[in-house]
């Protein structure tokens, strides 16, 4: 029977992180082991944490989602476990989803992932997809099929194969937050893994946050998500063409939000284009403390 070991990345959110290990600890495929990864919480977290003996604590410094999806998928993988399910501190999951994930048909080597469903209303995706011939809003719209190919969204009840990640490694924790679960399905895709949306296994997780667009000081998180993007278009492309897809894009991505008439564009256009230029640069150092327009914004709000 393959081991399966959860990796749940925490930041600040412990009464989300008791919800989200209960939901764990209940599965009718029984896990292996649980590792939480925690970013250097400082909201008591820490403390409950060495309490609970059924878990294997991973402590460091905030790197983010990416850098704590980075350390926990190695501890795992290290450990020998054939799959490592992969989750934030805000998901909740169905008591079968695991099993469903493991009962679907066995497409080899590959990474399998979760269907996240609002937890503010139950039939509408957390996340929404937009494929060329189809878009898919509701949970009615994933229900015809046994698995999505090339849909996911990581790292949200994400199964990731042993394989898979001998062949491409850990998420790059350079990359933080935000297109950084983008640029890991893209790198596996890349390397011929499936990627698949199974969608009798269900997670519930708040909806996305950038519908409509993230009103500011929160908008900074954007900066990440366009930064991190040049190595999507990498591992689609190819390194030259890649780098030159991007560039073309960020130049369209940044001047369109001044033509978004929203309150703040100005501040948006700002900040699509440091992360552009950032990019560019490869500059992958930026913490949230560093990045100048969020640091312009704040002064100018004092």
């Known amino acids: 029977m393959k081991r399966i070991a959860a990796v749940v990345v925490t930041y600040n959110r412990l009464d989300d992180l008791k919800k989200c290990l209960v ?47 980075a350390t926990g998928i190695a501890q795992a993988y290290h450990d020998e476990y054939d ?79 042993s394989e898979v990640i001998k062949t491409i490694g850990v998420p790059d924790k350079k990359l933080f937050i935000w297109g950084d679960e983008v640029e890991y399905m893209s790198r596996a895709q890349k390397m011929g893994f499936p990627v698949v949306t199974i969608p009798k296994s269900i997670f519930y997780h708040p909806p996305s946050v950038d519908r409509d667009g993230i009103p500011w000081p929160g908008a900074w998180k954007n900066y990440y998500r366009i930064r991190n993007e040049r190595r999507v278009f990498q591992n689609a492309h190819g390194n030259k063409y890649g780098f030159i897809m991007f560039l073309f ?41 560093t990045i100048f327009t969020l640091r312009l914004y704040r002064f100018m709000h004092k």
Not at 88 to 103: E, G, I, K, R, S
């Open 23 to 69: 939901s764990l600890q209940t599965q009718t495929r029984q896990l292996d082991t649980i590792y939480v990864v925690n970013n250097g919480s400082t909201d008591g977290t820490s403390e409950w944490l060495a309490k609970q003996s059924d878990l294997t604590v991973l402590t460091q410094a905030n790197l983010g989602g990416a850098g704590g999806f």
């Open 249 to 289: 894009w960020s130049i369209r991505a940044t001047f369109n939000q001044l033509a978004a008439f929203r309150k703040n564009r100005m501040y948006n256009f700002l900040l699509f284009a440091e992360a552009s230029f950032d990019s560019l640069l490869n500059n992958f150092r930026k913490r949230p403390e």
């Open 83 to 161: 799959g490592i399910w992969c989750m934030d501190d805000d998901c909740l999951a169905t008591p079968n989803a695991l099993d469903n994930l493991l009962c679907s048909p066995n497409i080899g080597p590959c990474i399998k992932n979760s269907v996240s469903l609002s937890s503010q209303l139950n039939d509408e995706l957390a996340f929404f997809v937009d494929l060329p011939n189809k878009a898919f809003r509701h949970a009615a719209d994933m229900a015809s099929f046994d698995m999505l190919f090339g849909v996911a969204a990581l790292f949200n009840g994400t199964l990731i194969s």
